[in-house]
């Protein structure tokens, strides 16, 4: 099972661009990668999931390069409300990592 | 639709009392997870199942047992309930295993 590591907390401004990067070194070649995110008190709710390049929904992006090891989620121009912690799933590994635990600053 | 629906949201038990998490959920999905969450932590694997009549163990399974006899219901027993054992346990679906999780919003337990 591939294992995800995730840096442990990021501090971000309003309204700036917010990266965070997993690593998964063993991922099989049909998993896909799932983030999650996770207000207190709440259950984590999905994110986005992309195989390979780039993903883009409403919320995120997504960016894979082209030997899967790692991937990178980004918020566009964060507001406060993306204060969360952000966890990387390789989807059909069932276990979580301690994920990243974002702190938007006014 | 209700999605994965939990219950009871609280609960305090005394140690050594034993309860039952339920957890439903209405999208016919094969698989169901139990996690628990202590604070600060990530989330930690209990049991899980693929289907009706098949359950397998995850990271944590000491003190819990579980069992899958439809695929709505996959209920959470506690025997002899300890203090370690006070966290906030989350239910999830999926159809496919490398699908979307749905989580259910959370059972709350304290043992005192």
């Known amino acids: 099972l591939a294992k995800t590591t995730q840096p442990i907390s990021m501090d971000s401004y309003e309204g700036q661009e917010v990266n965070i990067t997993c690593s998964h070194n063993?991922?099989?070649?049909?998993?896909?990668i799932t983030w999650y995110q996770q207000f207190p008190s709440q259950g984590p709710r999905f994110i986005i999931q992309?195989?390979?390049t780039k993903v883009t929904n409403e919320v995120a992006s997504l960016f894979i390069p082209a030997d899967r090891k790692s991937s990178t989620l980004s918020l566009p121009r964060v507001s406060l409300s993306d204060t969360a912690v952000y966890y990387c799933?390789?989807?059909?590994?069932?276990?979580f990592g301690t994920g990243t635990r974002l702190t938007v600053i006014p | 639709n209700a999605g994965v629906t939990q219950t009871p949201k609280f609960r305090i038990l005394k140690i050594g009392q034993s309860m039952t998490l339920q957890c439903a959920q209405d999208?016919?999905?094969?698989?169901m997870y139990w996690y628990r969450q202590d604070p600060g932590m990530g989330l930690k694997l209990i049991y899980y199942?693929?289907?009706?009549?098949?359950?397998d163990k995850g990271e944590v399974p000491n003190g819990y047992n579980v069992s899958r006899s439809t695929t709505e219901d996959f209920p959470l027993r506690l025997e002899l309930a300890a203090p370690s054992q006070t966290s906030v346990y989350f239910c999830?679906?999926?159809?496919?295993?490398?699908?979307?999780?749905?989580f259910g919003e959370g059972s709350r337990l304290t043992v005192l």
């Open positions: 999830a679906s999926t159809l496919l295993d490398t699908g979307e999780l749905f």
């Open positions: 063993n991922i099989a070649t049909n998993d896909y």
């Open positions: 992309g195989y390979k």
């Open positions: 799933l390789v989807a059909g590994n069932l276990f």
């Open positions: 999208m016919n999905h094969n698989y």
């Open positions: 199942s693929v289907g009706a009549g098949i359950t």
